[in-house]
């Protein structure tokens, strides 16, 4: 297992579809674990393949947020939305492609969700709570969608500029 470094926005990878997973390879089983490894690291609870600069369909996600609880680690392979709840939630969202920003987003309360495991296996699945807020905002991820995109235009350029700004602070460093 190893850690993957994590794109930060603007980034036109983060920006790209990603393509569907045609088939659950050894090379998809190592970029899963490394994506776990690398999510646990950051620390998240949630991190998409595009972040790390793979146009994959996959996402991890852990949201079992509590120390003492085990963790949950969940691989989601070619996930899609098949329900979303009327009921909507806000919750301030974060990302690991865009650190240290931070915004209210509204979202579907509960969404049901249909994948495919690295066991090869399709489930479909109810999430409710931080775990819904979670997998859309990783969901999103593959449609190339960030959490600032809901944002105004103002706000959105804003968080870009200061982004732009660290990038190139980082690149000096
Ligand atoms: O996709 C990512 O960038 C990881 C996101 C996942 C996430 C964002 C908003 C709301 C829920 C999940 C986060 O950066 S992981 C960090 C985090 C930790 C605890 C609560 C919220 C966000
Ligand atoms: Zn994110």
């Given at each position: 297992?190893?850690?993957r470094?994590?794109l930060?926005?603007?980034?036109?990878?983060l920006?790209?579809?990603?393509?569907?997973?045609?088939?659950?390879?050894?090379?998809v089983?190592q970029?899963?674990a490394d994506?776990?490894?690398?999510?646990?690291?950051?620390p998240?609870?949630?991190?998409?393949a595009p972040?790390?600069?793979?146009?994959?369909r996959?996402l991890?996600?852990?949201?079992?947020?509590?120390?003492?609880?085990?963790?949950?680690p969940?691989?989601l392979i070619?996930?899609?939305i098949?329900?979303?709840?009327?009921?909507t939630?806000?919750?301030?969202e974060?990302c690991?492609?865009?650190?240290?920003?931070?915004?209210e987003?509204?979202r579907p309360?509960?969404v049901?969700?249909?994948w495919?495991?690295l066991d090869?296996?399709e489930?479909e699945?109810?999430?409710?709570?931080?775990?819904?807020?979670?997998?859309?905002?990783?969901?999103?991820?593959?449609?190339?969608?960030?959490f600032i995109?809901?944002l105004?235009?103002?706000?959105?350029?804003?968080?870009?500029?200061?982004m732009?700004?660290?990038?190139?602070?980082?690149?000096?460093?």
């Amino acid at each position: 297992m190893s850690l993957r470094p994590i794109l930060l926005h603007p980034d036109p990878r983060l920006k790209r579809v990603a393509d569907p997973v045609q088939a659950v390879t050894s090379e998809v089983r190592q970029l899963a674990a490394d994506m776990l490894e690398t999510m646990y690291e950051a620390p998240g609870i949630g991190l998409a393949a595009p972040q790390v600069g793979v146009g994959l369909r996959l996402l991890v996600m852990d949201c079992a947020k509590r120390e003492d609880a085990p963790p949950r680690p969940m691989v989601l392979i070619n996930p899609e939305i098949v329900w979303s709840s009327e009921a909507t939630r806000s919750y301030e969202e974060g990302c690991l492609s865009i650190p240290e920003h931070y915004a209210e987003i509204v979202r579907p309360a509960e969404v049901r969700v249909r994948w495919t495991g690295l066991d090869g296996a399709e489930a479909e699945t109810h999430f409710a709570g931080l775990w819904a807020t979670c997998v859309q905002h990783e969901i999103d991820h593959l449609n190339g969608r960030l959490f600032i995109d809901y944002l105004t235009p103002l706000r959105r350029q804003l968080i870009t500029r200061k982004m732009q700004k660290l990038k190139r602070e980082l690149a000096r460093a």
